[in-house]
């Protein structure tokens, strides 16, 4: 056996033998006079081996005797108080680490109420008033060249993180003011910041540190609800000290790139809502996201669609975090594609409330912002789709603000989207929402360069169309005035209806449904007619006319487009008595107002509200350039769509939307081309 080893464990026994017998002062003060030397604070220290020997092996246990000695007469025993502080030097100069889990296991071992319990809880609030918690943080960061002891590691996080809580719990009305949370968890983040600042200058000197530990810290404290309190610390000085010095943004990088998933949500969203601008987000997590998958589910996922708590700075920031640089970029373009698609779902809009609502709207907006046009073009066929769909759903709505919604967004995203058409204006009420939410679409400098210069998203004043976008688009509303001014149609010019014939003197039908029944079903068949008509569907001359019949194709008196339903050569769709044989139950009411097939979304002509069509290339035999209609997949039976199928992408033809301008000019004076689009408008006494 060693001898300077057997010298440690005999010196300790003989201590803790001392301790446990005598009531001699002087002698119990010599004696541990004598064992400080292993803690090397005195002159004459043991050798480095003996210090570790007991650091190691015996501090544990000469501690737990201290404890046990605890008594108001053993504190007597010397005058002055020097009992007192020679016991609490052990605690306040040995390994922090040891000395933390025995003040805890005391505490919680100790009757409550009783003189040792408040001894050891005033003992533990001096612990950290002199910094002991940074040192036992840092013990475990300079493990990284030694052996791991989870368990050991377990047992500090759950100490360090749940102290006020345990505390709390034992001396209820006793407790100390350092023990409250609002002021532990705040010491908690100035005791990791000096932590951190000793693994920089380990670095510095050469030497291996882990941040492992900290991370953990710092993620069970944000699980725990304390974000605010820890990061409050943390984020100044963090965005301080990353500002000129790389090596403080790779360490803040490694802390919470380490923090583990199942506290990454908590800890990005307390980063979000305390750093300043997307500037400081951007130094403090790096690029985070394309490195943990679950830190890319919370930023691009979670706060933007599952959660809707975020303020309008948090989310400015989280947005322009992910476009602040170019590996992030595609993670925004992907998240606007996912907005606009759940902005425009038919069931978001009746089962998400209101204010969510706004929520996504307003990420759209911003997203828009700090996109450019390159970026915007590449994926314009598919952002058009997804907003004229979500535009036709909020406009079908019932609720005004639902409304106003698809109107601001159609108009800042459309100028956006497709900056070469002319733009989209509604006439809403202006108030505190809308100037925030046009606040936001102001485009925002892009992370490889200066800004590109985007559209205007507030009319000009006076701003004239040239006379081939209004031969294009049709007729425009004129600009704001009176009430006359507005209901005015003087402007529009009539549609040709001199071939259609009165079919019947009876009075109209009452519901669009037999309406449209009717326009399908039966009676002569004028000129266009006969043309539009298509095979599988028998004019009112072979079969009886109904009640309602009118000519199957053309435009009625009402200004509305009509076209002829295909055949249902399957039988899947009921014949409804009296209307005439061979007609669709389900797709009478949609024959010209549908977007493309590929989205499931139909128009509704006689709903009074705006619906798109898509520009394809005219059928053989439609008179004036009308497009064939455009019916779901399931409805597209006869032959005429590229592919044969209801999807089919065609080709742009200028004479489809010359002829479909020309038609419902009453109903729908105002027509949009946007790209492949046509966004037909009613006057705006209809919103």
Known sequence: ?????????????????????????????????SLKRYLGETENSAFPEEQEEFARIHFSTFLRCLVGKLSP??????????????????????????????????????ASPSFRLMKMARL???????????????????????????????????????????????????????????????????EVLRV?????????????????????????????????????????????????????????????????????????????????????LSRLLGNLVTKSKKAQFVMTRKLLFLQYSCTMPMLQSLLGYLAMDSQRRSLLMQALKELLETWGSSSAIRHVPLVQQCYVSKA?????????????????????????????????????????????????????????????????????????????????????????????????SGETPDRETVDRSGPQVGPEGSDSELDSDDEFVPYDMSVDREQRSSKAPSSDRVRGLGALGGGPAGPRGADLQEP??????????????????????????????PEDPGGRHSHRPGSGGGVPDRAVLRPQLQPPAAHGHSGCPDSGRPGAVSAGAPWEGSPAGLPRPRLPAWWCCGPG????????????????????????????????????????????STF
């Open 536 to 565: 599988g569907c028998h004019s009112g001359g072979e079969r009886g006319a109904g009640q309602g019949a009118a000519a199957p194709g053309g435009e009625d008196g009402r200004g509305r487009v009509r076209g002829a339903a």
């Open 364 to 460: 759209i907006l911003i997203c828009l912002a700090h996109l450019g046009e390159a970026e915007l073009r590449d994926s314009q066929d598919e952002l058009l789709a997804s907003l004229m769909e979500g535009v036709k759903s909020r406009l079908d709505s019932s609720l005004p603000p639902v409304r106003r919604l698809g109107m601001i967004v159609a108009e800042v995203a459309s100028a956006r989207i497709h900056p070469e058409g002319p733009p989209l204006k509604f006439q809403y009420e202006e108030d505190e929402l809308t100037r925030e939410m046009l606040a936001l679409a102001m485009p925002q400098p892009t992370a490889d360069g200066p800004s590109e210069a985007g559209p205007s998203f507030a009319p000009v």
């Open 196 to 280: 951190l600042q000793v693994v920089v200058d380990s670095l510095r000197g050469g030497l291996d540190c882990s941040v492992s530990f900290l991370s953990q810290v710092l993620g069970k404290a944000c699980v725990h609800g304390r974000q605010k309190e820890v990061l409050g610390v943390l984020v100044p000085r963090l965005t301080v000290l990353t500002q000129g010095s790389c090596l403080w943004q790779r360490v803040c990088w490694c802390l919470v790139e380490r923090v583990p998933d199942w506290a990454m949500e908590a800890v990005l969203k307390g980063f979000v809502e305390a750093a300043p601008g997307p500037e400081v």
């Open 641 to 684: 769509l590229a592919g044969g199928g209801g999807g089919a992408r065609q080709t742009q033809d200028p004479a489809v939307f010359q002829g479909l301008c020309g038609a419902g000019t009453s109903r729908w004076p105002q027509r949009i081309q946007l790209g492949g689009w046509l966004l037909l408008l009613p006057s705006p």
């Open 1 to 33: 056996m060693d001898p300077e080893v057997s010298a440690v464990r005999l010196t300790v026994w003989e201590a803790v033998h001392i301790l446990s017998s005598s009531e001699d002062g002087g002698r119990i003060f010599c004696t541990l006079g």
């Open 124 to 190: 533990l609030a001096r612990f950290l008033s002199v910094g002991r918690m940074a040192a036992v943080m840092e013990g475990q960061c300079r493990q990284q060249a030694g052996p791991a002891f989870p368990l050991l590691q377990e047992t500090l996080l759950t100490k360090v993180v749940g102290l006020p809580d345990l505390l709390g719990n034992r001396l209820q009305r006793e407790n100390l003011a350092t023990f409250f949370p609002q002021n532990y968890f705040p010491l908690l983040g100035e």
């Open 73 to 110: 007469d053993w504190l007597e025993l010397l005058p002055d108080g020097q009992m007192e502080e020679l016991w609490a030097s052990f605690f306040l100069e040995g390994p922090a680490d040891q000395a933390f889990l025995v003040l805890m296991e005391s505490i919680e071992g100790a």
